[in-house]
Nanobody
Framework: QVQLIESGGGLVQAGGSLRLSCAAS????????MAWFRQAPGKEREFVGG????????YYRDSVKGRFTISRDNAKNTMYLQMNSLKPEDTAVYYC?????????????????WGQGTQVTVSS
């Protein structure tokens, strides 16, 4: 059973930075992909970015390109989301997700496991 635990959320001023972590346990294959999603109050959960676990290829939504960076530490089974130049519109609960397939999807459908989420609040 795969378990995902996010950490690193908090309150930051606009222009600041945060780094989120997603620690995974129970992984049985490197043929997998992981992603970050976020959900603001009253809005649908949206794709932030994802990473092919073995190759390390990354993908991002347009609004975070150049500001957010996804990386992973294979030895620790941990994925990171470095968020720089944060904006108030980045405020949301951030979730990590896992699917046992190398293809990174931008839809919530297809991800089999989810973390509990971590709150990110950016003040103006």
């Amino acid at each position: 059973q795969v378990q995902l635990i996010e950490s690193g959320g908090g309150l930051v001023q606009a222009g600041g930075s945060l780094r989120l972590s997603c620690a995974a346990s129970g992984l049985t294959s490197s043929s997998a992909s992981m992603a970050w999603f976020r959900q603001a109050p009253g809005k649908e959960r949206e794709f932030v970015g994802g990473i092919n676990w073995s190759a390390g290829s990354t993908y991002y939504r347009d609004s975070v390109k150049g500001r957010f960076t996804i990386s992973r530490d294979n030895a620790k089974n941990t994925m990171y989301l470095q968020m720089n130049s944060l904006k108030p519109e980045d405020t949301a609960v951030y979730y990590c997700a896992y699917r046992p397939n190398i293809v990174v999807l931008s839809s919530t459908v297809g991800y089999d496991y989810w973390g509990q989420g971590t709150q990110v609040t950016v003040s103006s």
